[in-house]
């Protein structure tokens, strides 16, 4: 597979200016689809402003000799705390869809987490993940489906593939988004969620015009704590779970032998009114106390976001919509730009509050006045 990398156009310099541009080349309803969030979309705009109210406490004169941004996460060398956060259908922003993604992020050591609902087949996302020399963590994201052995066979592609860890979602059975039903949108004929080739069809609807089409019928099949058990016994990798946001779903999630958890309130896509996610961050590591590693993702625009999350009790970050901006301006190139963008951010951030590495990088870092 091959790219052909459009110029990216000039004064392009920050993950504002890609979202702009991309606005501008994306049909309506697909733009309609990847920007939009749940309900009224308090969530999602929440998300952005939470990091706007933080303020960050500038230091001067530190030694800044040996600075880097590495870390380590779940056994695996990172050369700074950034992963492509999984997003369904690439390929409405890019033709090359999630391959070109993965070109782009492994091209300046970015870690990504490969979708459910990509419309490219993991086994081609890795190729070119690796073909670009990709040297962080490739991973899976998981929706259980109803058919338990046709998860079983797409934990088995994904491990196949060369991906290292899985993230079962778990915030997501059920949304309401008005701004994609207002736009009407649909999938371009030829594109579909390709890890579900083959899938049997669920069973029928249960809910009639006077029943609960939530309760009964979406709901069926849902994940629950229990099915925790069987995705242990049906993976040799470590399992994250995505989508938890309350510091008792955190702390069950460690008792169940989890790995670590995202989080994340999907984006503002899933239950609206829920909190900016770096508001719930404070509460949950103070709770989970370090015992499992907390990612985070929702509003990431700027390096300074990724230190103020870091600075809260994060591991690391997922860069979410930025990506598919950039990916829609630029492909390949686009998608590398923008993560050395917020990686140039993130190094000037530290060195402007004296945090020479990550483990610098604690509460005294966020202005209190």
Known sequence: MSFVAPPIPPGIVCAADYEAEARQRMDATAWAYLSGGSADELTLRWNREGFDRLRLRGRVLADMAGANTRLDLLGAPLEHPMLV????????????????????????????????????????????????????????????????????????????????????????????????????????????????????????????????????????????????????AATRLPILLKGVTDPEDALRAAGEGMAGIILSNHGGRALDTLPATIDLLPPMAERLGGQLPILLDGGIRRGTDVVKALALGAKAVL???????????????????????????????????????????????????
């Open 85 to 232: 956060a999984p997003m369904a259908f690439h390929r409405l922003a890019h033709p090359g869809g999630e391959a070109a993604t993965a070109l782009g992020a492994a091209a300046v050591g970015t870690g990504m987490v490969v979708s459910t609902q990509s419309s490219i087949p993991v086994e081609e996302i890795a190729a070119q993940y690796a073909a670009g020399g990709g040297r962080a963590p490739l991973w899976f994201q998981l929706y259980l489906q109803h058919d338990r052995g046709f998860t079983r066979a797409l934990i088995q592609r994904a491990e196949a593939a060369g991906c290292t860890a899985l993230v079962l979602t778990v915030d997501a059975p059920v949304s309401i988004r008005n701004r994609e039903a207002r736009a009407g949108f649909a999938l371009p004929p030829g594109m579909e969620a390709v890890h579900l080739r083959g899938l049997p069809p669920a069973p029928p609807n249960r809910a009639g015009m006077a029943e609960s089409a939530v309760f009964q019928g979406m709901l069926d099949a849902a994940p629950t704590w229990r099915d925790l058990e069987w995705l242990r």
């Open 319 to 369: 860069v979410g919509r930025p990506v598919l901006h950039a990916l829609a301006v630029g492909g390949p190139v686009g998608v590398a730009h923008l993560l050395k963008i917020l990686r140039t951010e993130l190094e000037a951030a530290m060195a402007l509050t004296g945090c020479r590495d990550l483990a610098s990088i604690g509460p005294e870092v966020i202005w209190r006045g």
